[in-house]
């Protein structure tokens, strides 16, 4: 049974920022408690890079188990890692690089491959090791961070991509001919649909009206077809993206 998304509404992008922060780290101490780590995928984008500035700064940062800490990735654009576009590079200079989470334990996609098919096939590959899975099992992620766009697309699953329709491999090399960097890397729904919690970040009125489309009945964008089958969906918006929802949809 698909989960059904549950909706926090916050005044502003710096709530937002706290509010994911707070939540990455409950999730992460659980996690460890649990079983001894924490298996995170990072997303791309402005409104998780202010949640990964929270999560370097006091005191968010001495709360997190850093040394219990894997981090994984959505998805990236297929450049070198020092790229201005790169998703790792960002994630790398606003957080990674300012906590101790063993470098051991962090895993980026190689966009700076030449085969992109090639480096989406050692990404499962990597995926399968770091989480013991056997041919057939997926990855549970504890949590996994999206952001999405104006089209609707999430990591690098754009509308109308052959990605969409994914059913077996957990990350794949797709073409986004909207994008300015077309080639990309992506975890694909499977993957995000097997998680155990999935956080949607969405900040300002230039989200306005796809969040009121992705979260309405029907909604066929690809950011609404992330529904975890045995996890939580949580969206956390702030006013101005969620200004055009109906009163009463935060629960």
């Known amino acids: 049974m698909n989960a059904a998304p549950t909706l926090r509404i916050v005044a502003d992008a710096g709530t937002l920022a706290a509010e994911a922060a707070a939540l990455v780290i409950e999730r992460a101490r659980a996690a460890v408690a649990e079983r001894g780590r924490f298996m995170w995928a990072l997303s791309g984008g402005a409104t998780p890079r202010a949640t ?14 850093w040394e219990q800490t894997w981090v994984f990735f959505g998805d990236e654009r297929c450049v070198p890692p020092d790229h201005p576009e790169s998703n790792y590079r960002m ?19 190689r966009g700076e491959a030449v085969d992109a098919e090639a480096a989406a096939a050692e990404y499962t590959r990597t995926l399968a090791e770091a989480f013991g899975t056997r041919r057939g099992e997926l ?9 999405f766009g104006v ?30 960097l077309p080639q990309r ?4 729904y499977p993957v995000l649909n097997a998680a155990a919690c999935v956080v949607f970040l969405g900040s300002g009125a230039e989200k306005a009206k796809v969040v009121k489309t992705m979260l309405g009945e029907h909604a066929r964008l690809p950011a609404a077809m992330v529904q975890p089958t045995d996890g939580t969906l949580l969206w956390i918006l702030d006013r101005d993206a969620a200004v055009l929802l109906s009163p009463g949809s935060a629960r």
């Open 139 to 147: 990855p549970r992620f504890d949590v996994i961070l999206l952001g």
């Open 91 to 109: 994630a790398s200079e606003t957080l990674l690089a300012k906590v101790p989470v063993p470098a051991g334990q962090v895993f980026r996609m």
């Open 185 to 188: 890397l992506t975890l694909t």
């Open 52 to 65: 990964y500035a929270r999560l370097a700064e006091s005191p968010e940062r001495a709360r997190m188990p």
């Open 151 to 180: 089209d609707g697309h999430t990591a690098s699953l754009f509308p109308g991509s052959p990605a969409l329709k994914e059913i077996f491999r957990p990350v794949a090399a797709v073409h986004a001919a909207a994008a300015a």
